[in-house]
């Protein structure tokens, strides 16, 4: 009877041994699994992000928030989103940063924190070419911008007086200056110098000189998140190594 239960004993021993040898498997798998970064981004914002002739997004932030996570060791999933819902987004968790040319204005940074700056932005007045108009002349004209930009609050404070029309996407507001339903945009100077190139901007050009308003991009996150120091640190690392203005000459022709 003594020897039944001394066997016993030693296979729950061995069974509890066991057990916990599945548990230190199974945790040490958990830890190594891949950590996510969600990033939303705009995806008519050529050459910023925009979706190639394979409908895959593809730009210089997209190509920028893969390096970030490869230097973070982690994965991206990035996912295209209307321009109105990105903050409102971000602070509701269906993504954890917002790289879609997002400028860093005082009212964004009330409601969401940015990383250091990645990009530094100007703004360029376009109209038909033959046209000598510039900035000034435009009070009464029909001028185009997107919504909720900074080129938008640009008109609104510094020409109140021009027909100032916002559109939802780049892209609306380049088919209506083409079709001559207005007159001039304003945008920022990479997407539109960019848009001047193809068959639909053949006609156009740039008015005057850049307006210089001090304007920086940044990744958006949420207040107080931990991402905020972690792409800072990967943003100063791929500046460091060479690998951002590798990124930034492949479609601007010079590092910024």
Request: charge should be negative; proline fraction near 3%; hydrophobic fraction near 40%.
């Amino acid at each position: 009877m003594t020897k039944i239960l001394k066997i016993a004993s030693t296979v729950l021993a061995i069974t509890a041994l066991t057990a916990c040898g599945n548990d230190k498997t199974e945790n040490t798998t958990a830890n190594t699994e891949e950590k996510v970064v969600r990033i939303a981004t705009e995806s008519s914002f050529k050459p910023f992000s925009y979706l190639d002739n394979q409908g895959n997004l593809a730009g210089f932030e997209i190509d920028l928030a893969n390096a970030l996570c490869e230097e973070m060791k982690t994965k991206c999933e990035i996912s295209s989103q209307d321009w109105d819902g990105l903050i409102p987004g971000l602070n509701a968790d269906k993504f954890d940063a917002v790289m879609a040319g997002m400028s860093i204005t005082e009212e964004r940074l009330k409601v969401v924190d940015f990383s250091e700056p990645y990009f530094d932005n100007t703004l360029v007045l376009v109209g038909k070419k033959g046209d000598t108009s510039t900035i000034a002349d435009i009070d009464g004209k029909a001028v185009a911008t997107q919504q909720a930009t900074v080129s938008a609050d640009y008109l609104q404070k510094n020409h109140p007086k021009a027909l100032i029309k916002v559109y939802d996407k780049q892209d609306n507001a380049y088919l209506d200056l083409t079709a001559g339903r207005v007159q001039f945009m304003l945008s920022d100077i990479v997407p539109i110098s960019d848009w001047l190139t193809t068959e639909q901007g053949k006609d156009f050009e740039v008015k005057g000189e850049p307006i210089d308003i001090g304007d920086k991009v940044g990744i958006a996150v949420v207040k107080d998140s931990p991402f905020k120091a972690q792409f800072d640190a990967a943003l100063a690392s791929l500046k460091a190594n060479g690998k951002y203005a590798q990124i930034s000459d492949k479609y601007f022709g010079a590092t910024k």
